[in-house]
């Protein structure tokens, strides 16, 4: 059995800890999104879904990349996609 990364756990599960953020997750769970088409999928101002999108990025769940001027966001974060099917069943 290996060992419990507590500390990069943790910083998933703060980057979480907020409503956003989760549903941010839920859209990205199988979609690789814009931030203006993510914005106007959740109905947000562009500034605060690049601002949650920001802290899910540096704390290690999403990953982003360029094509031409606008950047797309994807999750690459197992835990995190577990968590986001913990919270569909329930």
Do not use: W
């Not at 703060?14 to 979609?31: C, G, M, Q, T, Y």
């Not at 993510?38 to 500034?47: E, G, V």
């Not at 920001?54 to 990349?65: R, T």
């Amino acid at each position: 059995m290996g060992q419990i990364d507590y500390v990069k756990h943790s910083l998933v599960l703060k980057a979480l800890s907020h409503p956003v953020r989760l549903k941010i997750l839920e859209v990205l769970f199988d979609n690789e999104f814009c931030v203006n088409d993510l914005s106007n999928t959740l109905n947000l101002p562009q500034a605060i879904s690049s601002h949650h999108l920001g802290i899910m990025k540096n704390s290690g769940i999403l990953h982003s990349h360029k094509q031409g001027a606008r950047a797309y966001y994807s999750v690459k974060n197992d835990l995190a996609k577990g968590i986001i099917s913990i919270l569909r069943k329930n």
